[in-house]
């Protein structure tokens, strides 16, 4: 079986327009998820230990980095402390970010 790096995986697969559709829709949250572990990997963290840091279970901060979860601003803010971050919220026109209905 050949292998092949998830960034050329993701360029073969966004060239189905359906694809491509739903990995805009969700563009958002996929970049959140990004975000949130290259945040905490930086400061290195593992899993358990942010969640230790937030009172939470590993499992907690699993499912917020698969994207399953849909967190609240709230947690978000937590986390964002946890990280020795802040959370900044915007909104942006679509046509200046490439994104179409």
């Known amino acids: 079986m050949k292998t092949s790096s998830f960034s050329a995986l993701k360029k073969k697969l966004l060239l189905d327009p359906a694809i491509r559709k739903e990995y805009q829709r969700l563009g958002s949250e996929f970049e959140l998820v990004r975000?949130?572990?290259q945040r905490r990997l930086?400061?290195?963290l593992t899993?358990?230990?942010l969640a230790k840091k937030l009172k939470t279970k590993q499992s907690a901060v699993a499912r917020l980095e698969?994207?399953?979860y849909n967190p609240t601003?709230?947690?978000l803010n937590?986390?964002?402390h946890a990280l020795?971050?802040?959370v900044v919220i915007s909104f942006i026109d679509r046509q200046k970010v490439g994104v179409h209905k």
């Open 35 to 37: 975000i949130l572990i």
């Open 42 to 44: 930086q400061r290195g």
């Open 47 to 49: 899993q358990a230990a």
């Open 66 to 68: 698969s994207g399953s």
């Open 73 to 75: 601003i709230s947690f």
């Open 78 to 80: 937590k986390v964002a």
């Open 84 to 86: 020795d971050t802040e």
